[in-house]
Structures are given as C-alpha cells and as structure tokens.
C-alpha cells in the first residue's frame, strides 16, 4: 500500500526558498509513477487549499494563482519522489503542507481529482513557517 512522506519544511525568512519532498514508502515506489500527486497546505484557521498538481506524465495540471510563478512542481528522475520548490515565499505561505496521491489508470482519468476528497492516499504534512 502506497504510504506518503512529507519533509523540507521549516522556518524561513520572506522572501526565502525551500524545497518540500513527498517521497513514496518503500515498497510502493513503483506506483507511485501512475498517480497523480497533488500538495496541498492547509494555515492555522482556513480550510485547506490545493497548492498544484501533477499527473503521471508529468503535466502540472493546476497552480493556485498566489503561488505561480514563485512555486514549482516536478518528479524526481527515480520516480518515487515528488518535489515542490518554493521561492519567494511570503508570510501568506505559513502552513502545514500535504502531499496526496490517487491513482490515474483508466481512461479517462486525464485530470487532477478535482478536490481534496478525491484523493486516497496522504501523508502526515510538514510545517512551514514564513517570518515578515
């Protein structure tokens, strides 16, 4: 069963960068590649929120608008790991992030699940802290 692990986070000041991993369990890094894996966080407060997306083939399939052209999400060339680099980040960005994964075999399954729900599988989440 495939199992999420988040790490990366911490404290950083505005206008700093970190790099947040998702990295499959071990013995399900090979399904990891035929899920969609999206990074969601969640502030003190406020509902969580989808941060992006990426499907299997590596297409980001959704950026939330406040965080593009600052954040980006990519595959590791192994497979098993899914980063999110985060630069310029902002006190806004302070948050527990979460990854989650949901399988994309079938046809048809050509998008991110839309919402949270839609997703099976996430990890424990990693705080990030944003200073002003």
């Known amino acids: 069963q495939l199992q999420l692990t988040e790490s990366g986070g911490g404290l950083v000041q505005t206008g700093g960068s970190l790099r947040l991993s998702c990295v499959a369990s071990v013995f399900a890094r090979g399904s990891l590649p035929l899920n969609a894996v999206a990074w969601f966080r969640q502030a003190p407060g406020k509902e969580r929120e989808e941060v992006s997306c990426?499907?299997?083939?590596?297409?980001?399939?959704y950026y939330l608008e406040t965080v593009k052209d600052r954040f980006t999400l990519s595959r590791g060339s192994a497979g098993n790991t899914v980063f999110l680099q985060m630069n310029s980040l902002k006190p806004e960005d302070t948050g527990v992030y979460y990854c989650a994964a949901e399988p994309r075999l079938f046809k048809g399954d050509d998008s991110c699940p839309e919402r949270a729900d839609g997703f099976r599988t996430w990890g424990q989440g990693t705080q990030v802290t944003v200073s002003s």
């Open positions: 990426i499907m299997p083939n590596g297409d980001i399939t």
